[in-house]
């Protein structure tokens, strides 16, 4: 049995290589997200695929699955990067979140829209905005 918090490190150490990471949204009254607009609202993104990914030096490359027709999919990928370890700390998650809008705007019908993202109002107190410039 592994502890959660050391789950990424160990997968690492066992095969060697960069596991693959997903970033999700994730609720922004924690201390543990980034604040994005995503579709000109404010959302928290967690940091930890960003951390893990400067920590382990991995590159970057961006998976979008999707239906083609019945028991079908398609996976397309998008390079972005063979190391982030001298970017500053948000830029991947920004360019994740304008990745996540690309992907929604193709195809709206695979995002899950019952998932109640912004029901809870943004607030100063719950951190700095970034802004995706």
Known sequence: MLPISGTITY??????????????PKSWKTNQCILVKLFGKPTGFVTGPEKSARLNDCSIVFAHFYKTKR???????EFVADSIKDWKEGDLTKIYVSYVEKCIRKEPANYLWSHRRWKHEYK??????LDRK
């Open 11 to 24: 997968e690492i150490k066992r095969s060697q290589t960069c596991t693959g990471n997903r970033c999700r």
């Open 124 to 129: 100063p107190e719950y951190g700095e905005l």
């Open 71 to 77: 028991g079908h999919y398609r996976m397309d990928t």
